[in-house]
């Protein structure tokens, strides 16, 4: 149901996020300007439209992308030749060279995993000693109208029109439980903030979405 919706939504995608002024991608290139540069390799972990890829590629990145969604990565290849792209279900193996990327990267992702700790022992994986992961996750806000359910429905006034295949769940994390999964994998938590990542368009609320910059070890 993840991959109808964003399949069905491709189209609409970049002009949709636009719209909610989505700000994920921007606090990802914000958050690693000292961390990648000409020649490194990073990894887009959902990388829909190439929206969170773009200004890797723009720092002279190879930069590969795996997403569920063909439609999205059509949309993705349009825009951006020079983007590696590879479908894949990130809830299962990756099919990616272990140790091969100075960074991992994921944007607006993290919430439409069934296997959010899996995410984490995967990116470590294909990390090279050293190098980083930066990611967001939908965070839990106790008395939020929107986020203080754990699970909610992917829902806003853009999906009216489909709104049984917005039916999916998505999952929202506590900082807590996510430095948990990190720490177990043996990642370093080195940075975190929250940040407002769009606009509801039902509710014309913030969405806060905490980004996380988490290092694997060099030794
Ligand atoms: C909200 S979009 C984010 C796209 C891009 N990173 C950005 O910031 O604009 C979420 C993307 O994650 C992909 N996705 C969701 N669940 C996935 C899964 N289990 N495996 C691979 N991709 C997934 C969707 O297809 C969609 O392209």
New binding site residues.
């Given amino acids: 149901m993840?991959?109808a919706?964003?399949d069905w939504l491709?189209g609409y995608?970049d002009e949709a996020?636009a719209a909610c002024a989505?700000a994920?991608?921007s606090a990802?290139d914000q958050d690693s300007q000292s961390l990648v540069g000409a020649g490194d390799w990073v990894l887009?972990?959902?990388?829909?439209?190439?929206?969170?890829?773009a200004p890797f590629l723009g720092r002279g990145c190879h930069v590969v992308g795996?997403?569920?969604?063909l439609a999205?990565?059509a949309e993705a290849r349009q825009k951006h030749p020079d983007l590696w792209l590879v479908r894949?279900?990130?809830?299962r193996t990756w099919p990616v060279r272990p140790a091969a990327f100075q960074l991992a990267i994921?944007?607006?992702?993290y919430e439409?995993?069934?296997d959010p700790q899996g995410f984490i022992a995967r990116a470590w994986e294909a990390l090279v000693p050293g190098g980083h992961l930066l990611f967001t996750f939908d965070e839990y806000v106790p008395d939020h109208p929107v986020q203080s359910e754990r699970v909610g429905r992917a829902d806003s006034g853009l999906d009216n029109p489909i709104a049984h295949l917005a039916g999916w769940k998505m999952h929202r994390h506590t900082l807590e439980l996510v430095s948990g999964w990190l720490a177990a994998v043996g990642f370093e938590l080195l940075a975190e903030r929250q940040f407002e990542a769009d606009i509801h368009s039902a509710f014309q609320v913030p969405i806060y979405y905490r980004i996380i910059l988490a290092r694997r070890p060099a030794g």
Avoid: I, N
Avoid at 44 to 53: E, F, H, K, P, R
Avoid at 66 to 69: A, E, G, Q
Avoid at 88 to 91: G, I, R, S, V
């Fill in positions: 993840v991959q919706y964003f491709a995608y996020t989505w994920a991608p990802l887009d972990l959902g990388v829909g439209t190439g929206q969170s890829a795996l997403d569920l969604s999205m990565m894949a279900d990130l809830d994921s944007a607006g992702v439409c995993l069934l």
